[in-house]
T-cell receptor, first 115, second 113 residues
Framework: GAVVSQHPSWVICKSGTSVKIECRSLDFQATTMFWYRQFPKQSLMLMATSNEGSKATYEQGVEKDKFLINHASLTLSTLTVTSAHPEDSSFYIC???????????FGSGTQLSVL | DQQVKQNSPSLSVQEGRISILNCDYTNSMFDYFLWYKKYPAEGPTFLISISSIKDKNEDGRFTVFLNKSAKHLSLHIVPSQPGDSAVYFCAASPTGTASKLTFGTGTRLQVTL
């Protein structure tokens, strides 16, 4: 099956700092990757669609200047949480698929805690 | 507006019995449905999917049923095993936007001995 690798798995940072999360497709090329966020006991919410070689598409209510997405290659997308605040503390998960159907493969997620 | 709903936040089933997890959706543009299993602090793992042209799909112990007229799908796990204990999310994808999934709120399944 397709493998999506996400790093780091957890990070603790001070308020006001920036944090970068990497998402890699290990055995397939992904022109599109998806970034989700999950707050405790809630559903996974799509934040943005990362497009290789072009700008990301953000869902309504997600600040594009706060959550910077870069998809510089067919196997790597990064999400940078800029000037992080405690309310940004959440579980961030990336996903991608080698298929045209909706069968997504997910990374292991990144637990971000902002102090 | 929650377009995909899982009205049961939790379910407890005895080992060996059938687990039935339910999911309802409101968007008639959804035509591809998936079930994912998730453990704490991990990403979801794909279980089974179904296209709107079918009403049933079976894979080992897992069967998904789709009732388009009722906008309802269900996941049956039989027999249930303790290792099935996890949070199960249903997800849906609309026509023309494959891979852009909308997730339900999840159902925590506990399989007891």
């Amino acid at each position: 099956g397709a493998v999506v690798s996400q790093h780091p798995s957890w990070v603790i940072c001070k308020s006001g700092t920036s944090v970068k999360i990497e998402c890699r497709s290990l055995d397939f090329q992904a022109t599109t990757m998806f970034w989700y966020r999950q707050f405790p006991k809630q559903s996974l919410m799509l934040m943005a669609t990362s497009n290789e070689g072009s700008k990301a598409t953000y869902e309504q209510g997600v600040e594009k200047d706060k959550f910077l997405i870069n998809h510089a290659s067919l196997t790597l997308s990064t999400l940078t949480v800029t000037s992080a605040h405690p309310e940004d503390s959440s579980f961030y998960i990336c996903s991608a698929s080698p298929y045209t159907s909706g069968k997504l493969f997910f990374g292991s997620g990144t637990q971000l805690s902002v102090l | 507006d929650q377009q995909v709903k899982q009205n049961s936040p939790s379910l407890s089933v005895q080992e060996g019995r059938i687990s039935i997890l339910n999911c309802d959706y409101t968007n008639s543009m959804f035509d591809y449905f998936l079930w994912y299993k998730k453990y704490p602090a991990e990403g979801p793992t794909f279980l089974i999917s179904i296209s709107s042209i079918k009403d049933k799909n079976e894979d080992g112990r897992f069967t998904v049923f789709l009732n388009k007229s009722a906008k309802h799908l269900s996941l049956h796990i039989v027999p249930s095993q303790p290792g099935d204990s996890a949070v199960y999310f249903c997800a849906a994808s609309p026509t023309g936007t494959a891979s852009k999934l909308t997730f339900g709120t999840g159902t925590r399944l506990q399989v007891t001995l």
